[in-house]
C-alpha cells in the first residue's frame, strides 16, 4: 500500500541551504521509490479558511520504503538545512485502498 509522507512547512527562508536541500532531496529520493505528489504553495485556491503555509506530500511504495527514506544517510545529511530554515510538522501515513468508503472508518475504530 502506497505511503505518503507530507510536511507542513510555515516560515520558510528561501536562501542558500534551502536551496542545497532542494537540489539533493531527489536523489536521496530514487532508491526507495519516492516520487513528489504536492510540492508548495502551488497554483491553490482556498475553498475555506486560510492556509499561509507550504503542504510537501511524497509517495513510497509502502511504508518501509518511506521509513527508510527518511532515516537513509542520505536524507540525514541535509535534513538540517531544512530543519535550521523552516518551521513544520512531518508524517508519514498509509494511504487507502482504490475501493475505500468514508463509513470504513467507522470500522477500524
Known amino acids: 500500500m502506497t505511503t505518503y509522507a507530507i510536511a507542513h512547512l510555515r516560515n520558510v527562508t528561501l536562501g542558500p541551504e534551502i536551496i542545497?536541500?532542494?537540489?539533493a532531496i531527489d536523489a536521496t529520493l530514487a532508491p526507495f521509490g519516492g516520487k513528489f505528489v504536492l510540492h508548495g504553495a502551488g497554483n491553490r485556491r482556498m475553498l475555506e479558511?486560510?492556509?499561509p503555509s507550504d503542504?510537501?506530500?511524497?509517495s513510497f511504495?509502502?511504508?518501509?520504503?518511506?521509513?527508510?527514506?527518511?532515516a537513509?544517510?542520505?536524507?540525514?545529511?541535509?535534513l538540517p538545512l531544512r530543519t535550521r530554515?523552516?518551521?513544520?510538522?512531518?508524517?508519514?501515513i498509509d494511504g487507502v485502498d482504490?475501493?475505500?468508503k468514508a463509513t470504513d472508518?467507522?470500522?477500524n475504530g
Open 20 to 23: 542545497a536541500y532542494l537540489e
Open 49 to 51: 479558511g486560510t492556509f
Open 55 to 58: 503542504i510537501i506530500m511524497l
Open 61 to 70: 511504495p509502502n511504508r518501509t520504503a518511506a521509513e527508510d527514506w527518511y
Open 72 to 78: 537513509s544517510p542520505a536524507y540525514q545529511a541535509i
Open 85 to 92: 530554515n523552516s518551521d513544520g510538522d512531518v508524517l508519514l
Open 98 to 100: 482504490d475501493d475505500h
Open 105 to 107: 472508518i467507522l470500522r
